[in-house]
């Protein structure tokens, strides 16, 4: 009876010092990744002082709840696409087993499980987690016939909120129309309505927050009484973003500058498309030509040509004029 009794002692104090204790998994229990980009979920081996020297040989990374295998250390079995180990040659006695994850998608958030196995037959599995967040683009105002101011931000994970503050720095959101417009992807499209009656402010600003809290983003419209009745005319048969405002008035210009040209074309067509002549050069020839005759005068006759005697007539010079 002592004897199995003492068997029994010995085996109870056998069973803490498992196999199953030489090795440990150590995660961040929530991992931050960004849309679009590389994102990892950071997990490192940890072994007693009896095992240090442990070799791994088996690392499987798969998400909760789903059987398929993403990556796979000391098994023939391909990766799935955009997941792989974020140390490029995992070895045996590697101690980052990290998983990577190239252009993250929305999809890709939740939780995840690492296993691990070592030479010594001891195995452990952690789970962390993985959020996904996409940020929204920078919002834009458009003016609508109704005296309406719509802001739009898209591409956004989770879902956000728009707001509106006047110049004065007061919130008019609780009469804005808001409409958050899920994506394929599961990003968000946000748009926000601001209907202006009586407004006793000439400036509203749109301002964009994140899940958290956090402003992303703003842009203002002012309400000066050109600039927004200019807007609120072209918008009579529908609707224009405020950015497009300078193209049509670039093509105004652009047409003004090809009139002018024309009307001096044709000014200049009307005078028989004489080209202007160099007065100081004519003076010059006419005053050679008068020497070389013996100072000869203008004469008039009705064989002279009107346009050329105007010219003689301009031309003579002082000492050549008659004296009073």
């Excluded at 789970?127 to 996409?134: G, I, M, W």
């Excluded at 200049?268 to 006419?286: F, L, V, Y």
């Excluded at 005053?287 to 005759?293: F, I, K, L, T």
């Amino acid at each position: 009876m002592a004897s199995v009794v003492g068997t029994c002692v010995l085996l109870l104090a056998i069973v803490p010092v498992s196999a199953a204790s030489f090795v440990k998994v150590d995660c961040t229990s929530e991992n931050l990744g960004q849309y679009g980009q590389d994102s990892v979920l950071r997990c490192g081996i940890k072994t007693t002082e009896e095992a240090s020297d442990a070799m791994i040989t088996y690392v499987k990374w798969k998400k909760t709840g789903n059987t398929k295998t993403l990556v796979v250390f000391g098994k023939d079995h391909p990766n799935e696409p955009r997941f792989r180990f974020s140390v490029e040659s995992l070895t045996g006695t590697s101690r980052d087993v990290s998983l990577l994850v190239s252009n993250t998608q929305i999809n890709d958030g939740g939780e995840y499980e690492c296993t691990v196995k070592t030479d010594s037959s001891s195995k452990d599995i952690i789970k962390t987690n993985l959020s996904v967040t996409a940020k929204y683009s920078a919002p834009v105002i458009i003016a609508e016939k109704d005296t309406s101011l719509i802001c739009n931000s898209e591409d956004g994970y989770p879902k956000g909120t728009i707001q509106w503050f006047d110049q004065e720095g007061k919130n008019h959101t609780s009469i804005s129309q808001q409409e958050p417009k899920p994506m394929d992807d599961k990003r968000f499209n946000l748009t926000s309505k601001l209907t202006l009656k009586n407004s006793a402010s000439s400036q509203y600003t749109c301002q964009v927050y994140n899940a958290n809290g956090v402003k992303e983003g703003e842009t203002t419209f002012n309400l000066s009484s050109k600039s927004y009745e200019g807007v609120h005319k072209m918008v009579q048969d529908g609707k224009v973003a405020v950015s497009n405002i300078v193209a049509p008035v670039v093509v105004i210009g652009s047409l003004i500058v090809g009139l002018l040209i024309v009307l001096l074309w044709r000014k200049r067509q009307s005078n028989g498309g004489h080209t202007p002549i160099d007065q100081d050069e004519e003076k010059a020839n006419w005053q050679g030509g008068e020497a070389a005759a013996g100072g000869k005068k203008c004469e008039h006759s009705e064989e002279t040509n009107t346009l050329e005697e105007e010219r003689c007539q301009a031309m003579i010079p002082l000492s050549a004029a008659p004296t009073i």
